[in-house]
């Protein structure tokens, strides 16, 4: 039972290159989001989905773009990456948006734009 | 505004000893909230969610309160681990929109010591 899925696990970019980060979730869920951690800062929300075919912006959703063509998949692109891109990625999955939902994390992508 | 504030920002304690970890937060309209732990190098991994009309929820050795009026959690741990020694973060849900609204807190550092 995989859960949470993010692919890769490491990165570093040069300023301006593109990239996908992958996320794919196995228990069916029908909310996906992306948040981003900094050093001193709560994870802030960058773009979320709340189902197949569905995208919303988040909070800090300014320099990237996601899609969700399957449920079980959400991908978080940057189209050409700034160093302020420089964080820890998490791709999170919830079965909806009840007040004992549970939302799970995947194991993190820690990206570096040089 | 809404914000969720966590105290101590770090905390170092001896295996078996316990310890309480504060949260306070503005975040209106409350869903609930939740403690989610999380390892270095990993994705946070929820210990407890508790609604308004919760007071305390446990989770094995670990044990959340709420207090709604003054808008303070703490989470306790006993008979602390090695194992303990991660991040504690304090996670208050806002009702809204399309999807509760998930506001973090920076969290706690615990380092559990031999």
């Given at each position: 039972n995989a859960g949470v899925t993010q692919t890769p696990k490491f990165r570093v970019l040069k300023t301006g290159q593109s990239m996908t980060l992958l996320c794919a979730q196995d228990?069916?869920?029908?909310y996906m989001y992306w948040y981003r951690q900094d050093p001193g800062m709560g994870l802030r929300l960058i773009h979320y989905s709340v189902g197949e075919g569905t995208t919303a912006k988040g909070e800090v959703p300014d320099g990237y773009n996601v899609s969700r063509?399957?449920?079980?998949n959400f991908l978080l692109g940057l189209e050409s990456a700034a160093p302020s891109q420089t964080s820890v990625y998490f791709c999170a999955s919830s079965p909806?948006?009840?007040?004992n939902t549970e939302a799970f994390f995947g194991q993190g992508t820690r990206l570096t734009v040089v | 505004k809404n914000q969720v504030e966590q105290s101590p920002q770090s905390l170092i304690i001896l295996e078996g000893k316990n310890c309480t970890l504060q949260c306070n937060y503005t975040v209106s309209p409350f869903s609930n909230l939740r403690w989610y732990k999380q390892d270095t190098g990993r994705g946070p991994v929820s210990l407890t969610i508790m609604t308004f009309s919760e007071n305390t929820k446990s989770n094995g050795r670990y044990t959340a309160t709420l207090d709604a009026d003054t808008k303070q959690s703490s989470l306790h741990i006993t008979a602390?681990?090695?194992?303990?020694?991660a991040s504690y973060i304090c996670v208050v849900s806002a009702y809204g929109g399309a999807t509760n609204k998930l506001i973090f807190g920076t969290g706690t550092l615990l380092a559990v010591q031999p």
């Open positions: 228990m069916n869920h029908e063509l399957k449920k079980q909806g948006r009840g007040e | 602390s681990q090695l194992s303990d020694s």
